[in-house]
């Protein structure tokens, strides 16, 4: 999607996030119904770069089976083209960056930094690495931009690093759940959201519709998450339905 000359120096929501996917499954709603009010909104996309090296670790191997993808080069550009899908379902543009998923990253000595990047802690050669995302986005934002960034529960390792950048470029941010990590640990949302105050932002039917239609849109992950997929789409309506929207923490 193009930006018009009537949307320049417009506020923009900017959702950062880490993967392909991680902004539709946490907020698809709220994207939706934000774009449809006219709202300028992009979903930014950092952890979207193609990898140097096509050496997989083994969790990296059995991840592409699941994704049915033989490289990184195709696992990464399958993933852009299903973002750019799901974005045009709720209304947003997409931007990706070319930073390195961590399924893909490697220290100095060319040993992968991770095997299952879920609820694993951050390596220390990926110390320096929310700085670098900061000075890669503060040029791009807009004063009045609103930031829209992930809570971190589930603690995956680029979610976590996004968090620290977002925070590290010391303006307003809004936090929502990550999803579907929240669905299974509910009970982590006290321990990543202290300090902030919790706001419920309303969804239109329209909007939770979309925002499983643009979940939808990521095949290669919902290969991959099979025995969720009923209750991740069950689980964005009883949310929806219990918390008259998406619940915000700022």
């Known amino acids: 999607m193009s930006l018009g000359q009537d949307t320049i120096g417009r506020m923009r929501w900017i959702y950062l996030s880490p993967h392909p996917d ?39 191997a059995e991840m592409h089976a699941k994704w049915l993808t033989t490289s990184a080069h195709q696992t990464v550009e399958l993933r852009r083209e299903e973002d750019r899908q799901a974005a045009a379902v709720l209304g947003a543009r997409v931007v990706h960056f070319d930073f390195i998923d961590a399924l893909y990253r490697r220290g100095p000595d060319g040993e992968a930094l991770y095997g299952d990047p879920v ?48 925070e590290l470029l010391k303006r307003p941010v809004l936090y929502v759940a990550d999803m579907p990590y929240v669905l299974r640990h509910p009970e982590s949302v006290q321990a990543k959201t202290v300090g902030l105050v919790p706001t419920a932002r309303l969804v239109s039917v329209a909007g939770v519709e979309a925002w499983i239609a643009s979940v939808a849109a990521y095949g290669s992950q919902l290969r991959s998450l099979r025995d969720m997929w009923d209750p991740l789409f069950e689980g964005i309506r009883e949310r929806c339905a219990r918390e008259g929207g998406v619940r915000v923490w700022e």
């Open 22 to 60: 991680d902004a539709a499954l946490c907020a698809g709603g709220l994207i939706y119904d934000q774009a449809h009010d006219g709202e300028q909104v992009e979903t930014w996309t950092l952890m979207a770069g193609v990898p140097e090296a096509e050496a997989l670790s083994d969790f990296a």
């Open 119 to 166: 609820d694993a802690p951050v390596n220390p050669a990926d110390a320096a690495l929310p700085a670098q995302l900061t000075a890669e986005l503060r040029p791009k934002l807009r004063p009045d931009d609103r930031l829209v960034c992930l809570l971190g529960i589930g603690d995956h390792v680029d979610h976590v690093l996004v968090r620290r950048a977002a």
